[in-house]
């Protein structure tokens, strides 16, 4: 799930209304003038005058397996986001598992994460057949690597070649998670659904409930995230920005992320999926923000417990973060 790849001008709170942004921005100041006019005070007695208007975002969306077009706005989070598109397209809201940007395959690259470009479109995946199998763990790594929509629904981004799963050819890129031996896993973020899957006994049977996306007629043979880009969508400088907490805003990127911030998240990208199953490039986004300006490992594990402390991650990893981004600082990549 891209992070922010840019560092950013001046954030403002996507509102439709915000008259104190609205007349900073035309120069106006809480006395009423206008930078280099003047503008006679307010008549006594008469309402005041409305206020300016934000543009409204509207994005398009698409469901992946093929629909008309719709029109989304009007959404602060990822949740609100997938609300929005089920009552556009009039299917529950439970019936979207994830969704990718400009293109409608399962591009595991193109994943809606926690940013969306201003021209973006978005295709929604949705639930499709269900099926339940038996995996014999002979091995102690399954070769899946997890990741989730933000929303309470973890799926599989990556299976690695040659793996238990890869040979067993019945699970797919794209497939959602939905119990492990009985256990519900909807609402499980996709660190914990990997820790289920890593402390899983070797040499023992396990039942694994999954539900495919549903495929258009192109998309039947395909096991794994495609390597291509779609042509003729591009996005646009603009970005929405959905956040855990707080409004969401409208970024502007100045410029694109320097090399040795891009080489880090890669490194720390690379080190959650060996430590912990997953691959997550807005949590090793955050994490290469948390430790850039830090001076020692202390400082950054305390910075990771405030703001990443659910997580949980174990003093090894944590080490082996700090020296990813001091490898990556010094040029050592």
């Given amino acids: 799930m891209p992070l922010g790849l840019g560092r950013r001008k001046k954030a403002s709170p996507l509102m439709e209304e915000d008259d104190v942004g609205e007349r900073t921005a035309l120069g106006v100041s809480h006395a009423g003038g206008v930078s280099g006019s003047s503008i006679s005070p307010q008549i006594p007695g008469l309402p005041p005058p409305a206020p300016a208007l934000r543009p409204r975002l509207v994005f398009h969306a698409q469901l992946a397996h093929g629909s008309p077009t719709g029109r989304i706005e009007g959404f602060s989070n990822v949740k609100e986001l997938y609300a929005k598109i089920a009552e556009a397209f009039n299917i529950?809201?439970?019936?979207?598992?994830f969704c990718t940007l400009n293109t409608h395959r399962?591009?595991?690259d193109k994943l809606l994460g926690g940013q969306i470009g201003l021209e973006d479109f978005i295709f929604a995946h949705i639930r499709g057949q269900k099926k339940?199998?038996?995996?014999?763990k002979s091995e102690d790594s399954l070769g899946l690597t997890i990741t989730d929509n933000g929303s309470g629904y973890a799926f599989i981004k990556r299976?690695?070649?040659g793996s238990i799963i890869h040979r067993m050819q019945l699970i797919n890129v794209g497939d959602m998670i939905e119990a492990i031996n009985g256990r519900n896993l909807v609402g499980s973020r996709h660190f914990e659904v990997a820790r289920t899957l890593k402390e899983l006994p070797k040499g023992r049977i396990f039942t694994m409930k999954l539900c495919e996306p549903r495929k258009a007629f192109d998309m039947i043979s395909q096991r794994s995230s495609s390597s291509s880009s779609s042509a003729g969508i591009s996005s646009g400088r603009g970005t929405l920005r959905l956040r855990a907490k707080g409004p969401p805003t409208v970024e502007e990127l100045v410029r694109e992320v320097s090399v040795i911030e891009e080489k880090a998240i890669q490194k720390v990208d690379d080190l959650l999926e060996s430590?912990?199953?997953?691959?997550?490039s807005d949590l090793a986004g955050t994490m290469v923000e948390l430790g850039m300006d830090k001076q020692n490992p202390d400082d950054f594990s305390q910075a990771l417990d405030r703001?990443?402390?659910d997580f949980a991650f174990p003093d090894e990893f944590v080490f082996d973060v700090w020296g990813a981004i001091g490898d990556a600082k010094a040029g050592r990549y």
């Fill in 92 to 97: 529950p809201t439970s019936e979207v598992m």
């Fill in 106 to 108: 399962l591009d595991m």
């Fill in 132 to 136: 339940e199998l038996e995996v014999y």
């Fill in 159 to 161: 299976i690695k070649e």
């Fill in 275 to 280: 430590y912990m199953g997953i691959r997550d």
């Fill in 307 to 309: 703001t990443l402390g």
